[in-house]
């Protein structure tokens, strides 16, 4: 399978365009929320957000991954929550905490992408995405 493209989506219609874009140019995506959503956004907004995109585009192949930033109880909540994929920003001893909780829940602790496409920083976030997933399938 190819290497996903990261994303940092802001809301329901980043989701949207990223899943049409991943549908239409037949490579999977990443959606990462935006640094700290879960406790802005929430785990149920966020989860509801992916599925919603994932309805919308059957064939896309997308991940979502929630950001709980530095706040273990945010992370646990959204775990509890369903959440399947977060990423945190924690010491050690306490990642390692929430990864064993994460595992016994079939969840897992992701990193926070270092090189991510913003799509609140795009004009056309449909256009730009799927120019750049037709680039990467044409280099893979």
């Known amino acids: 399978m190819k290497a996903p493209l990261s ?5 329901a219609s980043d989701a949207l ?6 549908d239409k140019a037949q490579f999977p995506i990443e959606l990462f929320s ?10 149920e907004v966020f989860i509801g957000i992916i599925e919603a995109a994932k309805r919308a585009y059957p064939c896309a192949h ?7 930033g530095q706040d273990a109880g945010t992370a646990m909540t959204a775990l509890r929550r369903g959440a399947k994929e ?6 050690l ?3 390692e905490k929430i990864e064993d909780i994460a595992t016994r829940s079939s969840a ?7 090189q991510a496409l913003d799509l609140e920083k795009l004009r ?3 256009q730009s995405v799927f120019s750049l997933l037709m680039e990467l399938q044409q280099n893979e």
């Open 17 to 22: 365009c990223a899943a049409q874009a991943s």
């Open 124 to 126: 056309n976030p449909e």
């Open 108 to 114: 897992r602790i992701r990193e926070y992408p270092k």
């Open 7 to 11: 994303l940092i989506i802001h809301n």
């Open 86 to 91: 977060i990423s945190v920003d924690l010491p």
């Open 62 to 68: 997308i991940t979502g991954i929630l950001d709980c």
């Open 34 to 43: 935006a640094r700290g959503a879960a406790k802005s956004l929430g785990p």
């Open 93 to 95: 001893a306490t990642r």
